[in-house]
């Protein structure tokens, strides 16, 4: 994936460097390769299980699959990354899912609508993506309005093996 840039964001794709960097929870050298201080408390676990489910094994050995589309979200004004986009590997059926997440302090400024609108039309734009998905629990305000923003339209609902009803959401080429 190319470093995209929006109105008030950069999207700094994930190499396997930096993903190396995040596993080793090595924040001076993820900043480095970055190009871009990260929050306190960033990288950590919860941000390495949510934003990159696969081990470091599976990543090393297809990193153009497992990383494919991964982009930290940085803000043009000031060098910080705020926030992560995340696609859950190239896709070998043409619908790929994509996750996304700010940090605390930045939300409510359109930035997590920002960042995955221009990921998801990147996306859509790539030879054999046929559809973008995205997942969300109905009580998810904040997610469902990034959703709807997006154009993205529920076309069902799947099981979390512990938090219940996912509403799947959908946005086609």
Not at 34 to 60: C, H, K, M, Q
Not at 62 to 91: C, M, N, Q
Not at 103 to 121: I, N
């Amino acid at each position: 994936m190319p470093a995209l840039v929006t109105p008030r964001l950069r999207l700094v794709p994930v190499t396997l460097e930096a993903i190396e960097a995040v596993l080793d929870h090595d924040k001076p050298r993820i900043e480095a390769i970055v190009g871009a201080t990260f929050p306190p408390g960033w990288p950590n676990e919860d941000l390495v299980a949510s934003g990159f489910p696969y081990s470091r094994e599976a990543i090393r050995s297809a990193p153009e699959v497992r990383l494919w589309g991964d982009s930290l979200v940085v803000l043009k004004d000031e060098p910080r990354v705020v926030g992560s986009v995340v696609f859950h590997g190239h896709p070998a059926d043409g619908v790929a899912e994509v996750g996304y997440s700010i940090e605390d302090s930045s939300r409510g400024q359109g930035l997590a609508t920002e960042a995955t609108r221009a990921c998801v039309e990147w996306a859509l734009e790539q030879d054999g993506i046929a559809a973008v998905q995205a997942t969300t629990f109905e009580w998810h305000r904040a997610s469902l309005g990034v959703i709807m923003k997006l154009g993205m339209k529920q076309i069902g609902t799947r099981d979390h093996d512990s938090l219940g009803e996912l509403l799947v959401f959908e946005r086609r080429r």
